[in-house]
């Protein structure tokens, strides 16, 4: 179930400087939480009622402060679950929450303090000033560092620490992991995204990248999404998505000042598999310019009252303000460029802009090469030389998949997860949203078979 809207505050989305804001993350039932998420002095990045869910926020350095509800940590595995913690994010404030006074007293003699690594303990009942307090009161509150982000540790060995917690097993509970035959639930909460798909050349499948990255996250994300057609003289998500019919956004601008926040999603139209909601674009050109910069203030800003995601399919960069709007507002730009020489040209010029809007690369522009073919004469190294990005996303070439999706109208993710060209959908899709499972670490049904029957020859073997 997705979130409720009205549980999204008003204001919560801050983009540009967002580090500033303490980043939550909740390992607790929903039961009481209303207080603690829905506060304005901390972002709360994740909410789930497995500890291991939330691992993989961790590691990659996206939470500031754990709050942990004692009795979801199965007994003994508390410590091995700090202690892994600790080494992969040494500068996590580490909160457990208190049971009700009815539960009884805590499950070792001293208390949470006895727990090396535990930075304090959240009586019941939780409220947003109990955190508070407990987050000034902590010994290393204070100077405390910030996470480094996508940066795990190497533990003893050299190993690298990641998501796996050594002797932690977490309660059967929600979604099962294919891969492990454990139980993983995914979070429910994470942090608000607002994603603009751009590129200073058309022709390069923006509008492909758009749609199929908000179906993806929509389908993984117990989480509600949106997609903006902002390409707004030439907006293709209606036909890439098959919703050629019902309102756009030239309905929605004569009822935007007026409109209150539940009357929003009127607007937006259904995609029926994935559950995205998207705005259309207008239909006649002409129309795209009644569209001004203060109106798409107002929309994106309803984005963020309403919306876990949303993701902005943007028309040329240099041909329009609401497109500089629009990167200027995004909490990370989708930068799609195939590897034609022309199309490189463009982009190299769009980076050195990015650079003089004092817009940081390396956190917020996730560079995707698109229709890559199997042999380009400039490899995806070179292109990375070439624009001084790294390549987040390398989407390969495949004509007939492309092209029978979009006279389909449905997205190129409904075909199946091993596909080599959603597969690496999916990868930039984790690039957006780090609690992803990586497509590698999944494993078809075919090959769970065979790998059960190998071992089921193996052992026959070993009983002649």
């Known amino acids: 179930m997705a979130r409720p809207a009205d549980a999204w505050p008003s204001g919560h989305w801050t983009p540009p400087g967002w580090e500033a804001s303490r980043r939550v993350a909740v390992i607790a039932g929903q039961s009481g939480l209303g207080a603690i998420t829905g506060d304005r002095r901390w972002t709360v990045v994740a909410q789930a009622a497995d500890p291991r869910a939330v691992l993989p ?83 290393r509150a204070q100077g405390a560092a910030p996470p480094a982000r996508h940066a795990p540790q190497a533990g003893p060995g050299g190993q690298v620490l990641t998501g796996d917690a050594p002797g932690f097993t977490p309660r059967p509970s929600g ?22 798909v751009v590129s200073p050349k058309g022709g390069v499948g923006k509008t492909f990248l758009a749609t199929n990255l908000a179906v993806a996250v929509a389908r993984e994300l117990e989480a509600p999404v949106a997609l903006l057609d902002l390409d707004l003289a030439c907006g293709d998500v209606g036909i890439a998505l098959d919703l050629l019919s019902g309102p756009t956004i030239a309905d929605l601008l004569p009822q935007l000042a007026g409109l209150r926040r539940d009357g929003f999603r009127r607007f937006l139209v259904r995609h029926a598999s994935s559950g995205v909601d998207v705005l259309l674009a207008p239909p006649r050109p002409e129309q795209a310019e009644e569209v001004g910069v203060d109106a798409v203030r107002q929309i994106l800003d309803l984005v963020r009252r309403e919306y876990a995601f949303g993701f902005m399919d943007t028309g040329p960069t240099g041909t329009s303000d609401v497109t500089f709007e629009c990167i200027e507002q995004a909490s990370r730009i989708v930068l799609v460029t195939t590897v034609d020489a022309a199309a490189l040209r463009q982009t190299q010029v769009l980076v050195e802009v990015l ?88 494993q078809s049904v075919l090959g769970r078979l065979a790998l059960r029957l190998r071992a089921g020859r193996t052992a026959g073997v070993g009983r002649r």
Request: charged content about 20%.
């Open 57 to 139: 926020l961790v590691t990659a350095g996206l939470v500031d402060v754990l709050l942990v509800e004692r009795a979801l940590v199965p007994d003994g595995q508390l410590e091995p679950f700090v202690r892994h913690v600790k080494q992969v994010a040494p500068g996590v404030l580490f909160f457990l929450l208190a049971p009700p006074a009815a539960a009884g007293p805590w499950s070792w003699d001293a208390g949470p303090a006895a727990v090396p690594g535990v930075d304090g303990e959240i009586p019941h009942p939780w409220t947003a000033d109990g955190v508070a307090a407990a987050m000034t009161a902590a010994p």
């Open 355 to 442: 650079k003089r809007l004092s817009i940081p690369l390396e956190d917020r522009v996730v560079l995707v090469l698109n229709q890559v073919p199997a042999q380009p004469f400039l490899s995806p190294g070179r292109v990375e030389r070439f624009l001084g990005l790294p390549a987040r996303g390398v989407i390969p070439y495949d004509r007939r998949l492309a092209e029978t999706a979009g006279f389909e109208g449905r997205p190129a993710v409904d075909a199946p997860r091993s596909h080599p060209l959603v597969r690496a959908l999916y990868q930039v899709a984790h690039e957006l949203c780090p609690v992803f499972e990586e497509p590698a670490a999944r």
């Open 175 to 196: 979604v099962a992991r294919e891969d492990r035959g454990t139980v993983v639930p995914r979070p429910r909460v994470l942090t608000q995204q607002l994603v603009a």
